[in-house]
């Protein structure tokens, strides 16, 4: 009996360890899944930063909240949603220097190599000192002692454009942000690898993670851009903060060196070397410090991100991770709400279960949802002007014609331009899906090519009546951070004309320009 009770002890020993291994690694194509206080996590807090969420200036898109390597906590806000990609704008960057990790793993480069030596054809007539000293370890970091960064435009060689400009400091001492330092890193990728970096990562980093169908934008000539451009649903932005966050390792196995980890993630740089301890320690987290390709943040956490608020936050400390896709004004107050709401509901231990919170947590974040433009009618001007078309003189927006056509609930909209000619469907009261090529207004938009080979745009449309006269039509493009309104004024409707204007939510694209146009 006593032989029998020790080899059931043992089976029990053997199966607890082999529990408690497995709740370690990520299994399938999706994060394990729990409940926020069996990870030591407040429901309350959460739904705290929910409700601040809903009052504040940020528009938030995505977002999930990972604890001890499972999410405790996720939600989209409608239209955006849980298989849909994500513009990551500058949280690319931290894919970049992923690339450069593995490069180096492989003894294809190393952080002292000189920039130039993989360019040569594309250098300019007269090499300065600064340039020759110019290394991968400054493009990671940010300190290329360049004032500037070139305008990237049409069929330029941004590689060529690059090196042309103006070195003022001696490379790895003076901090100065650049997207085309990263998109040199990506030149330099291919060059060492013959693949583009998304390529590159795929096997190694993407098809380990259960990561798929991602795409990265490119230049004129087939390298993806580094700084900006890579589109991941929110769940593999999660997987990707899980990686760092367990040093590099994932399913057992260690993929990028655990020293390359704490290298990549680790103070190079601050933004303002002038400002004092003191001052940093009870400042926000754009001036805690620059790594390779990462940010430094507060409470010893680091992060990718991107401009109008795209997040992975890591928190070694507390062994946790939060991602945000967002189209904020103020990026880095997402954060402020990080430290302010869910940070202290982290403890310690797990929490006695509290199913009141719980509960109403649950519900919160299956309801979330931006606001539905307001479904209204107006009879008196649908019935003149569905089914005309009005035409435009020649114009910078290159608008030939609109037509408008009033069906049930919907709108249908035809835009005309000298190049193309595209379709929509907006809906009332309600998001319609759809597809376009029509590209929305985009940050990068000088880099004419960027967006060359992406597949078809999905997009969110809706309209509304704002008074008797005037016709929004809300356009969001569900896998970007743009959107953007097409405003239709009928003050002339009995002679026949309109006025066309496009709002983006990005104010460097609303230029003042109105577009009158003649029914046909």
Known sequence: MKKILNRSSLIIIVLCFTLVSCSNKQVGKSLPRSVPEAEGVSSESIITFLDSAAVSKHEFHSFMFLRHGKVIAEGWWNPYQPDLKHTLNSASKSFTSTAIGFAIKEKKLSLDDQVASFFPTYLPDTISVFLSKLRIRDLLSMSTGQRREPLLSGDDIWVKSFLAVPFFNEPGTTYRYSSVASYMLSAIVQKVTGQKVIDYLTPRLFEPLAIEGMDWETDAYGINTGGWGLRLKTEDLAKFGQFYLQKGKWNGKQLIPKKWVAEATSLKRY??????????????????????????????????????GQFVLIMPDKDAVVIFTADSPDMFGELDMVWKYLYPGIKDKALLPDEKFSTELKHRLASLAL???????????TSRVSGKTFTFAQNDKHVLSITLQFKDDLCLFNLKTDTASFDFSFAAGRWQQGETSKHGPSIFAQAKNNQKGLPAFKIAQAYTWLDDKTLELSLRYIENVSSEKIIVKFDEIAKKKLILDFKSNNSRFNKALSLEGVMQ
């Open 371 to 381: 606001p539905i433009p307001v479904k209204n009618s107006n009879d008196a001007v």
């Open 271 to 308: 933004q303002r070397p002038d400002m004092t301890q003191s001052k940093r320690d009870s400042s926000r987290d754009d001036v805690q410090g620059y790594c390779y390709q990462f940010w430094r943040a507060r409470h010893n956490s680091y992060m990718a991100n991107g401009a109008n």
